[in-house]
């Protein structure tokens, strides 16, 4: 069990990082001006500690669905019976219908689909702690070479990364890229990056890459097999280092 001064700082870390949430989502580029009655519904959020089960805009407690769009899709009796019956996992909260009004007009503003939509992230990317963001951030601090370097922005910035994840086979059948060069010579890789393999679940690579981009994507694919012991390590101490354990929160603690 926790001693009480990890719970705080778990607790200080949830409350930080919802500040610098609420900071992001309410400045300026996202424009989302709240109403008095959405002020007051957004203290009770963060006093009831809604976060550590849902997230807005993907970040939060996985428990809970995304609550970023709820209002779209949850009415009000069924808002009411939430919040105050609770329902399987959701505590009950007892909120009188003063604060039930304010909670709904809280998320009906920050139900704003033209300014983003709720996304179910694994762990938090901000902070590196998605075994992706792990990886990206223990790849960019490999200081690998400029050739190999262009490889990594190609894949990151493309679709590669939604079904090939790093270090296993992913549930798409998308094999394990940093040990790619042992099963594929750099002939076949380049025919791989040209035109896919579409009938094993690999499209052709959209927007097409150039001859430069492929032997770019190729030593980026030969520095990875060189350093994949190191980066294995390196990505399991950042996740171990900076992850926060959603699954080990005391929600309990606000039924
Ligand atoms: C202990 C975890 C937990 C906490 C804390 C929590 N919820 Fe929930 N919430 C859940 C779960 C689990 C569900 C799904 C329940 C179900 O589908 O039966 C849910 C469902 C919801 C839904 C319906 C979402 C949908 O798409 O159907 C809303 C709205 C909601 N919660 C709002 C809140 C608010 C507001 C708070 C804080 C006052 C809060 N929750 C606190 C776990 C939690
Ligand atoms: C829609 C999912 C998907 C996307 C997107 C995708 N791949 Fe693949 N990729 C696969 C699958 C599935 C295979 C395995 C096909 C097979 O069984 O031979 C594969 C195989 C490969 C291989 C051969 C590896 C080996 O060990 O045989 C390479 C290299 C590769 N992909 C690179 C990429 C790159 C670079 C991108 C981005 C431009 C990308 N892939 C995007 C699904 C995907």
């Known amino acids: 069990m926790f001693a009480p001064t990890s719970k705080k700082i778990l607790l200080a870390v949830l409350v930080a990082s919802y500040v610098i949430q609420s900071g992001l989502v309410y400045s300026d580029d996202v424009d989302i001006r709240l109403s008095e009655d959405a002020v007051q ?31 779209s899709r949850v009415d009000e009796t069924r808002l009411a019976s939430l919040l105050t019956v609770g329902s399987g996992q959701m505590p009950s909260y007892r909120y009188d219908a003063r604060e039930i009004a304010f909670l709904r007009a809280f998320l009906e503003e920050i139900d704003r689909p033209d300014v983003g939509r709720g996304q179910l992230r694994l762990g938090d990317p901000a902070s590196g702690t998605s075994p992706q963001a792990a990886f990206e951030a223990a790849v960019v601090a490999g200081n690998l070479p400029a050739d190999a370097r262009a490889g990594f922005e190609t894949f990151r910035s493309g679709i590669c990364s939604a079904c090939h994840f790093p270090f296993q086979r992913s549930i798409v059948g998308a094999p ?41 994507m190729i030593a980026y694919l030969h520095w990875l097999r060189e350093n994949r012991s190191g980066l294995v390590g390196e990505v399991e101490r950042r996740q171990r280092e900076r992850g926060v354990d959603w699954s080990r929160l005391p929600w309990w603690e606000f039924r």
């Open 41 to 71: 519904g957004r203290k009770l959020f963060h006093d009831g500690s809604c976060q550590v089960c849902h997230q807005l805009w993907g970040q939060g407690g996985f428990l809970g669905p995304d609550l970023t769009n709820a209002a």
């Open 176 to 216: 394990d890229l940093s040990t790619a060069v042992d099963r594929v010579d750099d002939a076949g890789l380049r025919t791989v990056l040209s035109e896919g393999r579409p009938l094993l679940g690999m499209p052709p690579p959209a927007p097409v890459l150039s001859d430069g981009q492929k032997d770019e």
